[in-house]
Nanobody, 121 residues
């Protein structure tokens, strides 16, 4: 069993910053790509940023230059540093990871429960 637990969400004024964390725990024999998604009320879940096991990153156009994704492989943790936040960044943020739960097994996708980020104007 694998759990992904997000933390760091909250209420912040426009222009402020937040740092989200997502820690994976359980029977883990490897993690490949990790990612952050978000879902605003009435909208579909959208990809925010991804990071590979080697550290290559990719961002949605809407957050480029403001958000930074990083990971600590020793801690099985992925981070999302969010700067210059805007009201349109308000959403529930979810982390996602490809996890191998057996030594020679395939990778399966796991999701966290989400953390609320609210940006006031």
């Amino acid at each position: 069993q694998v759990r992904l637990v997000e933390s760091g969400g909250g209420l912040v004024q426009a222009g402020g910053s937040l740092r989200l964390s997502c820690a994976a725990s359980g029977s883990i024999f490897g993690i490949n790509a990790m990612a952050w998604y978000r879902q605003a009320p009435g909208k579909q879940r959208e990809l925010v940023a991804t990071i590979t096991s080697s550290g290559s990153t990719n961002y949605a156009d809407s957050v480029k230059g403001r958000f930074t994704i990083s990971r600590d492989n020793a801690k099985n943790t992925v981070y999302l540093q969010m700067n210059s936040l805007k009201p349109e960044d308000t959403a529930v943020y979810y982390c996602n990871a490809g996890v191998r739960t057996r030594v020679l097994g395939d990778y399966s996708t796991y999701w966290g429960q989400g953390t609320q980020v609210t940006v006031s104007s």
